[in-house]
């Protein structure tokens, strides 16, 4: 047992003192008003250390990510550049963090705009979902309804078809192989489950509840809601356009949008999205540790196709027979 | 929004930063910090109309605070407060008292963070940005537990000094 307070607060802030050790703590607490600041500073100290090395790792992973992405064939001189250019990229983002941003929000704030406008012009999207990582929170606050609901259709491999007004179409598979269908037109939401009657609601999130991100008003599946709740929530960086060695066609370069979650909200902690610069096409999204449940996922969609889908796509009727049961919520 | 609410945001914009160290340093994990703060911010601009604008607004927002980690403890069931209320209501007056200095020199952190040897940049990562304690951190880098904690007070130590001393040349503290 130590009796260094210094050590003490310092170990207590890493949640690493014994029951004896804390109670030693608390004793020294209030024998000094000195020792009581001298708490309150370290714990500041340490609050903002978490802030510091979380902005530290997202830029790091930006650069990390950018090298991972870059085609193979390159010829080796460029990668001088594009070192450099990565470099160049990493040290706007840390800059913008270091002088207050006013700039970066501006073109933030525009970027997202642009991005959110761009959903509407697209032609309807095809993403397919992976899960990369699901870690079981330390903390489980799973409400205890959440509990005793049956298991959720798996979300890894799912397919995911988007049209802008929040349209969706997620087609998950279940174990025993059969297709669990929810959706959005736009006016409704519905869900079509292997069994039972279709259920069809005007609630536009009554059957998002078993999907990663209803929590947190981050849904995965309406995107531009989703780009909304980013603005607001959200300590949203832009990456530049890469400058590139001009083979590669302007319709090619992509940007990259990494957006880590501001304190006092909640969701998924870090969001990333690599979009087309010139369409605004959004190829891939990531979710760091979005929490689901009791669980911390990390989700990769990725863009497989963009096509025009027929009309009614988005109905529910385009995705069961019509001998099936609907049943109006 | 309207300007009270506009106000009440922006109060609470500025004191965020103690009032999150304070729930921090009571829930001692930063997802549970996060659930807290949001249930603080939610609580503070819904009451301020009760706010006395006479008294200090981190006070009140840390009073607020208190009150919100009771009830999130109360829900979680298994944990409890370490401190008893007379200890925390001591460490509330010592984060207001504090914070004014303290933000101010914690604004050369990024910078002294640079500065520190890779070795200790890596223990950082682990601590707060993968958020493993030090028993993890020493499974992860096969050193003992009680070396992991004590690098880390150290390193927080050398940034201690690093900030105070910037912020002394700087001019910020007093």
Known sequence: MTSDIQELISRYLDADLTEFEQEELQRLLR????????????????????????????????????????PVQRKVFKSFAWIAGTVTAALFILGMGWFGADFSTRVTA???????????????????????????????????????????????????????????VLVRTANDGRSFVTGSDGRTSWAVRPDGPVRVSHDLSRFNRDLPGHENDVPLFQMEQGLEQLRH??????????????DTAAEQAERFIVAVKKKGHRGPQRVEITYAEKSGLIREMRFVKMPYGP??????????????????????????????????? | MDDQTRKATRYWTLAQPVVSAFVGSLVRDFAARDDVLQETAVAVIESFDRYDES??????????????????????QRDRLVFDDDVVLLLAEAFEATAPEEQRSLAFLRDCLQRLPERSRELCELRYFRDLKPSSIANALGMAPNSVAKALQRIRDQLRECVSSKAATEGVTG
């Open chain 1, 31 to 70: 024998s000094s008003s000195q020792y009581v600041d001298d708490f309150a500073r370290a714990a500041q100290l340490h609050d903002r250390l978490h802030g510091e090395m979380t902005v530290n790792a997202m830029a790091e992973d930006v650069v990390s990510r950018s090298e991972f992405a870059r």
């Open chain 1, 110 to 168: 525009g970027e997202l705009d642009r991005l959110i406008a761009a959903q509407a012009s697209s032609l309807d999207r095809i993403y397919r979902i992976a899960v990369e990582e699901s870690v079981q929170g330390k903390n489980d606050p799973t409400p205890s309804d959440e509990r005793i609901r049956p298991p959720k259709p798996p979300i890894n491999g799912a397919t995911l078809y988007v049209r802008h007004g929040n349209q969706f």
């Open chain 1, 233 to 246: 929530a959200y300590d949203v960086r832009v990456l530049p356009a890469e400058t590139d060695d001009g």
């Open chain 1, 295 to 329: 669980e911390r996922l990390t989700i990769r969609m990725t863009l497989t196709d963009e096509r025009e889908l027929a009309a009614d796509f988005f109905s529910h009727a385009s995705h069961h027979s019509t001998d099936r049961a609907v049943e109006e919520e």
């Open chain 2, 55 to 76: 008294r200090p607004f981190v006070g009140w927002a840390l009073g607020i605070a208190q009150n919100q980690v009771r009830l999130y403890l109360r829900r979680r």
